[in-house]
């Protein structure tokens, strides 16, 4: 199975809000709502941020949101704060595959 | 609250079998009917996929490990275990353990490093 495409990097300042892309095909992403997202930061394990495409685990902020159009989910945070620099990671479980990775920077 | 830690030999010659164990504490790895996954991040790259086991012992791998890789529960000491035979410098990662639950990760183990060196 191929690997979901991310962009390598994305880039937003405080407040703003900013969408990473995670394309995939038919055959996962496009038909079973199975995405999961996940957020790294240096040195540390991921963390869940989005599961089954736009739910949000306990304890997750509001400010991050998932969707999906076609063979291409996203990951949407709103109101940026610099503690949100990181790697994200989505995943489809229907392809048991990772996504490549996006890093964050919060300008 | 549940946790799960790495545990194993963080160095390995080429050709021999990497070997490590999840130890999961705060629940029972055999209630709820979740599965027990092994994720790998190769220094400065991305999350691959290994393989997990379902809570019937029914296990599945990454299509790239092909014969190699052996995923296993040991339900008496609450935790799960990966091998990993004829290991090259490629297998050199950080190796995760996590809870799976239905199609996405819940828990996380804070990951062992693995090198692979003679």
């Known amino acids: 199975q191929s690997a979901l495409t991310q962009p390598a990097s994305v880039s937003g300042s405080p407040g703003q809000s900013i969408t990473i892309s995670c394309a995939g095909t038919s055959s996962d992403v496009g038909t079973y709502n199975l995405v999961s997202w996940y957020q790294q930061h240096p040195g540390k394990a991921p963390k869940l941020m989005i599961y089954e495409v736009s739910k949000r685990p306990s304890g997750v902020s509001n400010r991050f949101s998932g969707s999906k159009s076609g063979n291409t989910a996203s990951l949407t945070i709103s109101g940026l704060q610099a503690e949100d620099e990181a790697d994200y990671y989505c995943?489809?479980?229907?392809?048991?595959?990772f996504g490549g990775g996006t890093k964050l920077t919060v300008l | 609250q549940l946790q799960l830690q790495e545990s194993g030999s963080g160095l390995v010659k080429p050709s021999q079998t990497l070997s490590l164990t999840c130890d999961v504490s705060?629940?029972?790895?055999?209630?709820?009917?979740?599965?027990w996954s092994w994720i790998r991040q190769p220094p400065g790259k991305g999350l691959e996929w290994t393989g997990y086991i379902y809570q019937s012992g029914t296990t599945y791998y990454d299509p790239s490990f092909k014969t190699r890789v052996t995923i296993s529960v040991d339900r008496s000491k609450n935790q799960f275990s990966l091998k990993l035979t004829s290991v090259t410098a490629a297998d050199t990662a950080v190796y995760y353990c996590?809870?799976?639950?239905?199609?996405?990760?819940?828990?996380w183990g804070p990951g062992i490093l693995v090198t692979v060196s003679s």
């Open positions: 996590a809870r799976l639950v239905g199609s996405y990760m819940d828990y």
């Open positions: 705060g629940g029972s790895i055999s209630s709820g009917g979740y599965s």
């Open positions: 995943c489809s479980y229907a392809g048991r595959v």
